[in-house]
């Protein structure tokens, strides 16, 4: 299959630390084998496509001309997607989609012949337009025949939170919940990687990755159909991968025994551990599995959770790890007791025969067996392609498929983040693609009409904050994006950035850890471009303790140098010998680290000896100082 795609500009990029871009044409024509002409956006009437493809059982291209075959939602500046099935041929489908200010959430529900179903409008329903970026969004199927939605939320501007939500198969919000979702966890915890099993007995279980970089746990919890927590579980749900692990990348399903699959990496010094573990429907260890799961692969390279799919014959994982220089995708099976069934290898099965793979994504046949996706490369310096498979339950790859995968893509552009949806009649596969051919006068121009780019003034860093600043147009016509990765990490989105009336860009970010080096870049949008600066890199400084560092009175001022561990409420008080109290200063700080802080200098503070004591989240430190007067 080819692809055309509208002429656009090149991929530009200058030095890792100078000022980089990348322009991404977001009108994009698709030959696919359904033969689909391009979709509409409802709110711009202008033409768009989301690259997808159908397929039978067998392997064969099925040419669909229906909605849920192109994957049109309805939203031109749609970011990402994610589908589940309604169990009658039709879809519900959650997308990130660029609003102003933020990226909000909308979703559609749409039946086997690809129209809207009854109760949804034709562009889809708003599923959360709180200010602050929504993103990572998960779905699962209710009992009711509705379905539960949960996404990772930046309303917050201390911290990312999930939020959870539940709408009838007639798109009505399920009484319970408020407008723009319901947050779930502690509320000063930040949270993030959400992922959500429908309960068949009603409600559903949330997993939800907490705890900053290097640190973080996996918790559960147990919802019920109006949202509430179920009797016996803790509010803020309950730990069930202590932060010792270092937990991230967290996915869930279905055990289809009342309880739940939970998958996630252990990532520690030089190490990736994948694990998986099988919890009853109290969110406990199902018998004969161990409390901190099973170990189902381990590498020095970084190993990335992707999937996970669960019937009663057990439980599909597929992983693959990277590095900087290429990447390998496996796949196994788990029975329901924790065992490898016969023929699945122990470290996992290799997914395109031994090609360079990534980001496989599974959904179940219905017959024992999976369809199988992945991005496979021919070579290390060669484009991404979307491939496709169909496995029987012991993993053989099944009658009428290649061996190597179905290429459903065989181009120059780079594919990625590929998507399954099994139909009663085979499978639907979409994907994203992030490069663009054409020629670098276009990127001149594209660039100039968006007005002055966002140029970095400062970076400042201490143990639990990074401050970056940039100065941009004013009256700029995009939108800004910053997103951060850390050591080997993929880029994740932090939160859009809104700019003042002089163009000044500001993020503060308190999701960091001391000692860690993270990297930061700006992705700028327009409904057409898609913009991406060259990355910030920020050495997060050691932990400091409570300290008093000097104390010293110069030309009428006192002057204080100290540190602190957190940006708790802090409280300096000076005494002279005989103990009474000359200055106290109660503050609460913007960060952690070293300090300086200056008074004028205080009445009775003359030369002699003095005491100071600083006071932060119970702990004190005191020191005796001989000052030179005023």
């Known amino acids: 299959m080819k692809l055309g795609r509208l002429a656009c500009a090149p991929r ?50 099925i040419t669909d001309e229906s909605l ?139 997993t939800w990755q907490q705890g900053g970089s290097g640190a973080r746990e996996l918790r559960i919890l147990h919802l019920g159909d109006d949202g509430s927590v179920s009797p016996g579980w803790p509010s803020d749900g309950r730990v069930v991968v202590e932060s010792g692990q270092n937990a991230v990348r967290p996915v869930a399903a279905g055990d289809g025994a009342g309880g739940m699959m939970l998958g996630w990496v252990a990532e520690s010094a030089g190490l990736s551990r994948l694990r998986l573990a099988r919890l009853d429907g109290n969110g406990q260890p199902a018998a004969g599995w161990p409390s901190d799961g099973l170990e189902l692969a381990n590498s020095a390279r970084k190993l990335r959770t992707a999937a996970m799919a669960t019937d009663t014959g057990g439980t599909y994982v597929a992983w693959y790890e990277a590095d900087d220089d290429s990447s390998r995708a496996f796949l196994t099976r788990v029975a329901p007791g924790g065992t490898l069934p016969a023929n699945w290898p122990g470290a996992g099965r290799i997914i395109g025969e031994g090609q360079a793979a990534s980001s496989p994504a599974l959904a179940l046949d219905g017959t024992g067996g999976a369809y199988l996706s992945w991005i496979g490369y021919a070579s290390d310096s060669s484009s991404g392609d979307v491939r496709l498979v169909r496995l029987g339950g012991s993993g053989e790859v099944s009658a009428g498929w290649p061996t190597t995968g179905l290429a459903v893509t065989e181009t120059a552009l780079n594919e990625r ?160 010998v005989q103990g009474r109290r000359l200055l106290r200063d109660v503050r609460q700080h913007e960060h952690a680290g070293e300090m300086q802080l200056q008074w004028p200098t205080p009445p009775g503070v003359r030369a002699g000896v003095f005491f100071a004591r600083l006071t932060q989240a119970g702990q004190a430190r005191t020191r005796r100082f001989v000052l030179a007067g005023r």
């Open 12 to 61: 530009v990029c200058v030095s890792a630390r100078s000022l980089a871009y990348v322009f991404v044409c977001a009108l994009t024509f698709v030959a696919s084998p359904s033969g689909a002409t391009a979709c509409v956006d409802v709110r711009t009437g202008r033409s768009f496509t989301v690259p997808s493809a159908r397929y039978s059982s067998t392997g064969t291209a």
């Open 68 to 206: 849920l075959g192109r994957l049109c939602v309805g939203a031109l500046r749609a970011t990402y997607s994610v589908a589940v099935g309604d169990g009658a041929d039709g879809a519900f489908v959650v997308w990130i989609e660029s609003a102003g200010e933020d990226c909000d959430l909308r979703a559609q529900h749409v039946g086997g012949d690809g129209s809207a179903a009854t109760g949804w409008p034709d562009g889809g329903a708003v599923v959360c337009a709180a200010r602050g970026t929504q993103t990572q969004p998960t779905t699962a199927l209710s009992s009711d025949g509705g379905v539960w939605l949960a996404w990772k939320d930046y309303r917050d501007p201390q911290c990312s939170a999930v939020y959870l939500l539940k709408l009838s198969a007639s798109g009505e919000r399920a009484i319970g919940f408020p407008s723009d979702g319901l947050r779930v966890g502690a509320s000063g915890a930040t949270a993030s990687d959400p992922a959500i099993v429908g309960d068949p007995s009603g409600g559903a279980w949330l």
């Open 417 to 576: 983040r590929p998507r399954l949806l099994a139909l009663s009649d085979g499978v639907l596969v979409s994907w994203s693609q992030d490069e663009a051919g054409g020629h670098g006068t276009v990127l001149s121009a594209a660039l100039a009409s968006l007005g002055g780019l966002p140029d970095l003034k400062a970076a400042e860093a201490w143990p639990d904050l990074v401050r970056l600043s940039w100065l941009g147009s004013a009256n700029a016509r995009y939108t800004v994006l910053v997103e951060r990765s850390g050591a080997g990490d993929e880029w994740e989105l932090v939160r859009e950035l809104s700019r003042d009336d002089k163009g000044v860009l500001v993020l503060e970010d308190h999701e960091v850890v001391p000692g860690e080096i993270l990297s930061y870049r700006l992705r700028i949008r327009t409904a057409d471009l898609d913009v991406v600066t060259g990355d910030v890199q920020v050495e997060i400084p050691a932990a400091a303790p409570l300290a008093i560092r000097g104390l010293a009175v110069q030309g009428g001022v006192l002057h204080l140098t100290f540190s602190v561990p957190s940006r708790a409420e802090t409280r300096f008080e000076l005494f002279d």
